[in-house]
């Protein structure tokens, strides 16, 4: 049976790839600048392995923010559980996950960036209807 991950570190390793994803910073990149391999990074940004305290601030540091940015956001179903279970059954994703999962994907990434970047709030609603109307055909 294979272990699966603590969603702390899940949580924490998707904030890790947000924020490299939000600077443009390769998992290589990030993996040279700390001395580890992309794969290692790519374990830390699943979840599959545990950052420690002492990574997590030169991660915290390369990537220039504050430790506290990898535990923001923090679903309360994880932040108050003990850390180490995994709801189970046929409950709705947990909606946050979903916003995370979503904003940290490239295409995520790129949509959000673009969006910003549009000054008129006229436009930009006309934008949103116009993607929730998409999402409903």
């Given at each position: 049976m294979t272990?699966?991950?603590?969603?702390?570190?899940?949580?924490?390793?998707?904030?890790?790839?947000?924020?490299?994803?939000?600077?443009?910073?390769?998992?290589?990149?990030?993996?040279?600048?700390?001395?580890?391999?992309?794969?290692?990074?790519?374990?830390?940004?699943?979840?599959?392995?545990?950052?420690?305290?002492?990574?997590?601030?030169?991660?915290?540091?390369i990537l220039e923010v504050p430790v506290e940015f990898f535990f923001a956001d923090m679903p309360d179903s994880i932040a108050q559980g003990d850390g180490n279970t995994v709801k189970k059954g046929m409950s709705e994703p947990d909606e946050t996950s979903f916003v995370m999962d979503f904003v940290s994907s490239s295409e995520g990434l790129q949509l959000n960036t673009a969006f910003k970047k549009i000054g008129n709030q006229e436009t930009r609603r006309k934008i949103v209807d116009l993607v929730k109307t998409l999402a409903a055909e």
């Open positions: 272990k699966l991950p603590n969603p702390v570190d899940v949580h924490v390793g998707s904030r890790i790839r947000l924020r490299r994803m939000m600077i443009g910073m390769s998992q290589e990149r990030l993996g040279e600048r700390l001395g580890l391999t992309f794969q290692q990074v790519q374990k830390y940004e699943k979840g599959a392995n545990r950052v420690g305290a002492s990574r997590l601030f030169a991660i915290s540091r």
